[in-house]
């Protein structure tokens, strides 16, 4: 059997889950043919990794304005994209012009006119494209849809869902390109995409009308002079001042970040450890989404950028009963020693799960765990990427462009909602297909 080609555009500090897992666990079956980015640095320490830990030649490296060379020279089956969220549309248009399938980081693109630019794309050459939506391949996510799937809850009608985020993880988006909204469609897109592809898929249903509020409530220069706190530096790197600061990171502090960002600012002009309380920041850290579905289930959901801890509470209610979920991804605080950016990364500290029946007595769910990134959810994801022949997936995990779509449009459709002030119909936004092969419990669908 012939080994499928992959080739890898964005090499940040994200690209080497995918990097690792072709190059290792699935590299009887997958080979990594080239790497793609605006720096050379970054891609020769990808190189050097690989020659140290598993004795693989260089890979071909291409900076970005040579993608098509690269897709002409090493002819990849496939193109995973890792860059920023603003460019993705760029290489997933032009990958499937030349002939590629596509694999993309979440979230699929930051707004309507790079979508439509996407499905244009789909449309006119018949590729396909996965979103890599790690959360559902979650074994707590899992289960959660499997009760939702076996009528736990009857049809849901109601969906409240809060996430935190804490003063490591939260504040990495405050100093990374995340923080200006035209590179990331800010934490409503970026982040929360996660949060409402999970809704999605366990309501099966797609979002009809949304309407949100939102502010930077605590990171930025204005909010932390309103405190009285003073931040006048640019970066926490070298900043003597900064020693003392709870808030920095140190780029100098693990090898990672010297081999992938600092060593390479010369080249890109990018600084990963920006002041969280500096300038500009152009998006949110405190919001509130109302969402109405298809299916008539309504979603409450809050974002905060700033917890003490880091995790979940989400409650499905529904016409036979209802399912509370409370996730502690990180409880501890974690301070400028590099931690942050991986505050999220390892199995869940705390999970509990109950079931509340509308006549009957409650109960708890046994909460599977597991193993690697997002509560051991990247393993699993992986396999059913890589794999040949992966297992069986009753829960329909594997997410689509019309998913990718669904999720983001949630955020686009706040993001609009933020500016106007009114209600947004998320299909005067963009035409959502109906539902197809929809969810049946108990004998009647999920989907209406």
């Excluded at 502690?328 to 400028?336: F, P």
Aim: overall charge neutral.
């Amino acid at each position: 059997m012939s080994k499928k080609r992959y080739a890898i555009v964005g090499t940040g500090s994200r690209a080497g889950m995918f990097i690792d897992a072709l190059t290792t666990t699935y590299q009887d079956v997958a080979e990594l043919v080239a790497l793609c980015d605006q720096s050379q640095i970054r891609m020769d320490w990808h190189n050097r990794r690989l020659n140290t830990t598993v004795g693989l030649s260089p890979r071909p490296t291409y900076l970005a304005a040579q993608f098509d060379q690269m897709i002409a020279d090493t002819k990849p089956d496939v193109i995973i994209v890792a860059t920023i969220d603003s460019t993705h549309h760029i290489y997933i248009v032009r990958a499937m012009e030349l002939g590629c399938d596509v694999i993309s980081e979440k979230p699929m693109t930051v707004d309507v006119p790079k979508m439509q630019a996407i499905y244009d794309a789909i449309h006119r050459t018949g590729k396909s494209l996965r979103v890599t939506f790690n959360y559902r391949y979650a074994p707590a996510y899992t289960r959660f849809r499997q009760l939702v799937m076996e009528g736990a809850v009857g049809r849901p009608l109601s969906v409240d869902f809060s996430w935190l985020l804490d003063t490591s993880h939260g504040a990495d988006y405050f100093r990374r390109w995340h923080r200006e909204k035209q590179n990331s469609g800010g934490l409503l897109v970026h982040k929360a995409t996660h949060h409402f592809d999970l809704v999605n898929w366990w309501i099966d249903s797609y979002p009809k009308q949304v309407i949100a509020m939102g502010d930077l409530l605590f990171y930025g220069q204005d909010n932390a002079a309103a405190r009285g706190e003073q931040y006048p530096y640019e970066r926490y790197t070298g900043i003597s001042e900064a020693q003392n600061d709870p808030f920095a990171l140190f780029l100098d502090s693990k090898e990672v970040f010297r081999g992938l960002y600092m060593a390479a600012e010369n080249e890109t002009g990018y600084l990963r450890d920006r002041n969280v309380f500096g300038a500009p920041i152009t998006i949110e850290d405190t919001m509130s989404v109302s969402v109405r579905y298809r299916n008539g289930a309504i979603l409450s959901y809050c974002l905060i950028a700033y917890s003490p801890w880091e995790g979940l509470r989400v409650a499905i209610t529904g016409t036979k009963g209802r399912i509370e979920m409370d996730i502690a991804e990180n409880i501890n605080h974690l301070t400028g020693d590099g931690q942050a950016a991986n505050a999220s990364k390892g199995a869940f500290k705390t999970a509990r799960m109950r079931v509340y029946p509308m006549f009957g007595q409650s109960y708890d769910v046994d909460v599977p765990v597991g193993d690697g990134g997002h509560g051991g959810a990247d393993p699993v994801m992986l396999e059913q990427i890589f794999s040949p022949n992966p297992p069986p997936d009753p829960f329909h995990r594997a997410a689509s462009h019309i998913d990718g779509a669904a999720s983001i449009l949630v955020g686009i459709s706040a993001n609009e909602s933020l500016k106007t002030g009114k209600m947004v119909n998320v299909q005067d936004l963009f035409p959502l297909p109906e539902k197809t092969n929809p969810v049946i419990i108990n004998g009647a669908k999920l989907t209406t």
